[in-house]
């Protein structure tokens, strides 16, 4: 019976290290994960389009950013490099 008891409380003592290393853990992730976001990226941004140009909507789309304009000769998609501020592409709509 002494052995049990011994048993248990071990096992108490090792979940309780285990959910403690679990927490620092993703702590961790989470720290290295917001820094990693936000170095690198530029916050300004010049698109260069003509007047009358409104942005409709814009999405992440594999290390770029996909931005909706409408402008007075049509809507388009602007595929932009947010590391270099460039427009990698340009998709136009309803040609």
Request: aromatic share 2%; no cysteine; charged share 20%.
């Amino acid at each position: 019976m002494r052995g049990l008891k011994i048993l248990v409380v071990v096992m108490g003592v090792m979940i309780i290290v285990a959910t403690v290393a679990l927490v620092v853990a993703l702590v961790q992730q989470m720290n290295s994960a917001a820094s990693g976001i936000s170095s690198g990226v530029s916050t300004d941004l010049a698109l260069r389009q003509p007047p009358g140009t409104r942005i409709g909507q814009i999405a992440a789309l594999d290390g770029r950013l996909a931005v909706w304009v409408e402008r007075p000769d049509g809507a388009r998609i602007l595929l932009v490099d947010p590391r270099n501020g460039r427009v990698a592409g340009e998709i136009r709509l309803g040609e």
